[in-house]
């Protein structure tokens, strides 16, 4: 199966950045609105990974969201798990999974860490108690924001140690070009031409191997601002591709039957 997931996040959510300067200029609403609108015209179901704090500004889009589609929650804040403890991990998961339970009037079972940061096995021990039963955190490579984690980038089950539980692990796709890897989502999603994602898609398929996408709202705002506090490459990798995805998004919709977690 091929599953499509979205982490709902302000633009200004990218890491070592100062967001404060930017909280000003909301774009979550505008930028999902057509996401939202590409997910109509193809006819597909997904799974959003809410950010706790950007739920209160978008109360009225949570909930519609909520009553169409899959949902989980992304944290309260955007922080890479490595800099939190079991106690402000515990204290920022529950706090996202009560709002986004709030407003949705449903039970969140999800949860994706920031950064696909997830490391530590004692934190799947938190995810449990906190009612966590699937979880999209884990990585089959070595990247950026964490740490090889798992061998195989298919759907499994993990183990909480010293006890009979599991949690269903829903890794992100990855891909490899001559030894460079990276995952089949957001910055990468916009800038790998339309047919290479299409030939990985069609392989894996092939191979009868779940494939997991990921996207983000800012991934198809083509008029997404320029930080000022960052480099010029910096907001060249932030905005790299963005006015083609939303088109190779809804091609790749179109080609392929994609769903929600759930």
């Given at each position: 199966?091929?599953?499509?997931?979205?982490?709902?996040?302000?633009?200004?959510?990218?890491?070592?950045?100062?967001?404060?300067?930017?909280?000003?200029?909301?774009?979550?609403?505008?930028?999902?609105?057509?996401?939202?609108?590409?997910?109509?015209?193809?006819?597909?179901?997904?799974?959003?990974?809410?950010?706790?704090?950007?739920?209160?500004?978008?109360?009225?889009?949570?909930?519609?969201?909520?009553?169409?589609?899959?949902?989980?929650?992304?944290?309260?804040?955007?922080?890479?798990?490595?800099?939190?403890?079991?106690?402000?991990?515990?204290?920022?998961?529950?706090?996202?999974k009560e709002i986004l339970e709030d407003?949705?009037?449903?039970?969140?079972?999800?949860?994706?860490?920031?950064?696909?940061?997830?490391?530590?096995?004692?934190?799947?021990?938190?995810?449990?108690?906190?009612?966590?039963?699937?979880?999209?955190?884990?990585?089959?490579?070595?990247?950026q924001y964490g740490k090889k984690t798992?061998?195989?980038?298919?759907?499994?089950?993990?183990?909480?140690?010293?006890?009979?539980?599991?949690?269903?692990?829903?890794?992100?796709?990855?891909?490899?070009?001559?030894?460079?890897?990276?995952?089949?989502?957001?910055?990468?999603?916009?800038?790998?031409?339309?047919?290479?994602?299409?030939?990985?898609?069609?392989?894996?398929?092939?191979?009868?191997?779940?494939?997991?996408?990921?996207?983000?709202?800012?991934?198809?705002?083509?008029?997404?601002?320029?930080?000022?506090?960052?480099?010029?490459?910096?907001?060249?990798?932030?905005?790299?591709?963005?006015?083609?995805?939303?088109?190779?998004?809804?091609?790749?919709?179109?080609?392929?039957?994609?769903?929600?977690?759930?």
């Amino acid at each position: 199966m091929n599953f499509l997931t979205i982490d709902f996040e302000e633009w200004y959510n990218v890491f070592g950045v100062d967001t404060s300067k930017y909280e000003k200029e909301k774009r979550l609403k505008e930028s999902c609105l057509s996401l939202l609108e590409v997910l109509e015209e193809t006819n597909t179901s997904a799974t959003f990974f809410f950010l706790g704090k950007d739920i209160k500004d978008n109360k009225d889009l949570v909930k519609l969201i909520s009553s169409k589609y899959d949902i989980g929650i992304h944290g309260y804040e955007h922080k890479l798990l490595q800099h939190l403890d079991i106690h402000s991990f515990k204290e920022d998961t529950l706090k996202a999974k009560e709002i986004l339970e709030d407003v949705s009037n449903k039970v969140v079972t999800k949860y994706r860490a920031a950064g696909f940061s997830l490391e530590k096995t004692e934190f799947f021990e938190v995810l449990c108690d906190c009612g966590i039963k699937i979880d999209s955190s884990l990585s089959a490579i070595n990247h950026q924001y964490g740490k090889k984690t798992i061998s195989l980038d298919n759907i499994q089950q993990i183990h909480i140690p010293n006890t009979e539980k599991y949690i269903k692990e829903y890794p992100p796709t990855i891909f490899n070009i001559i030894g460079f890897k990276g995952f089949l989502g957001g910055g990468y999603f916009r800038i790998l031409p339309y047919k290479f994602i299409h030939n990985i898609i069609l392989s894996r398929q092939n191979q009868k191997k779940d494939t997991l996408i990921y996207i983000h709202p800012r991934d198809i705002d083509e008029t997404l601002p320029y930080m000022n506090d960052v480099s010029s490459f910096r907001n060249f990798k932030n905005r790299v591709g963005v006015s083609k995805t939303k088109n190779k998004l809804k091609q790749i919709l179109t080609t392929f039957p994609f769903t929600s977690i759930e």
